[in-house]
């Protein structure tokens, strides 16, 4: 039976993490054509290869103001002020107000997969959103050169080890984090991801990154850090998976009861040593010297 509950699993984290790929970035088969020669500025696209192929340079356009988008968003986070679509478009969108809708869809799944951020309607009517973090995670006020904290990232890892058994190969991780393409080939994936997760995210001690024991060569294997348990739970982990997937949590019900047993687990630990802090207190306050 742990065979299957494995391959169960396994399944699981493979079906979820092509959902989170799917949805992270505008959606189409031209993409990976497009990413040739994207580098260079938008007219130099639209001369060279629109004639050839304009659906590709359009492609090339989007996912450029999408990046763009998502720099903006981050700069209103960081102020903590609300931001409406009437901004978006003259700041950042006005040459493609028509594709709005596709953009800021892309946008906002961006901002939930890489930065843990939610882009949240509050006014309807004006077309308001607030920038609300997804997860209790002091990560977030961790700035650096780097610029934002990219605490969705952080929350991914963390749900690939809760899902491999509470201990993922540094291979396995790898493997998920090609899925969603983040290794530099995106403006707002930018930076040394090996060193976000084998060394930043280890000082901060969120990750612990160990030997595996008798390898040779030696192999490395990710854990969760004092830190993850001690601010967030494996709950809060599937929560936000079911959010950035689209996923009902019914999808992860083997694991949600794994999470929901440690959970009661450690309130028990919890409550006893609270218990035993009580006694002995008590035990302080009402002893008498031999």
Not at 9 to 19: G, K, P
Not at 67 to 75: C, M, R, S, T
Not at 251 to 268: D, V
Request: net charge negative; proline share 3%.
């Amino acid at each position: 039976s742990s065979h299957v509950r494995r391959h169960g699993e396994m399944h699981t984290l493979n079906v979820l993490s092509q959902s989170l790929l799917e949805t992270a970035f505008i959606e189409s088969s031209l993409t990976g054509q497009s990413s040739e020669g994207s580098s260079g500025q938008e007219g130099d696209v639209g001369a060279s290869s629109a004639c050839r192929d304009p659906e590709v340079s359009l492609i090339n356009i989007l996912e450029k103001r999408v990046g763009e988008l998502v720099n903006f968003l981050i700069a209103k986070y960081k102020t903590k002020e609300p931001v409406t679509k009437e901004e978006m478009l003259q700041s950042v969108l006005k040459e493609q107000k028509d594709y709005f809708s596709a953009i800021f869809k892309n946008t906002c799944e961006c901002m939930e997969v890489v930065f843990g951020i939610e882009v949240k309607e509050v006014d309807p009517t004006s077309h308001s959103y607030m920038l609300i973090e997804m997860v209790d995670l002091t990560y977030y006020r961790k700035m650096s050169d780097q610029g934002m904290p990219k605490t969705g990232l952080l929350v991914f890892i963390l749900g690939i080890i809760f899902m491999e058994g509470n201990c993922a190969s540094e291979e396995k991780i790898w493997e998920m984090m090609n899925m969603l393409d983040v290794h530099g080939k995106r403006e707002f994936m930018s930076g040394d991801c090996r060193k976000l997760i084998t060394r930043e995210l280890v000082q901060e001690q969120y990750l612990e990154y160990q030997q595996v024991p008798n390898s040779n060569p030696p192999l490395y294997e990710l854990v969760w850090g004092p830190k993850s348990y001690a601010e967030t739970s494996k709950i809060k982990v599937l929560e936000f998976f079911s959010k950035v997937s689209g996923n009902r949590p019914t999808s992860f019900s083997s694991l949600y009861r794994e999470a929901f047993r440690e959970e009661r687990e450690r309130s028990r630990s919890a409550g006893d040593a609270t218990t035993v802090d009580s006694d002995n207190s008590k035990s302080r306050c009402f002893s008498y010297p031999e």
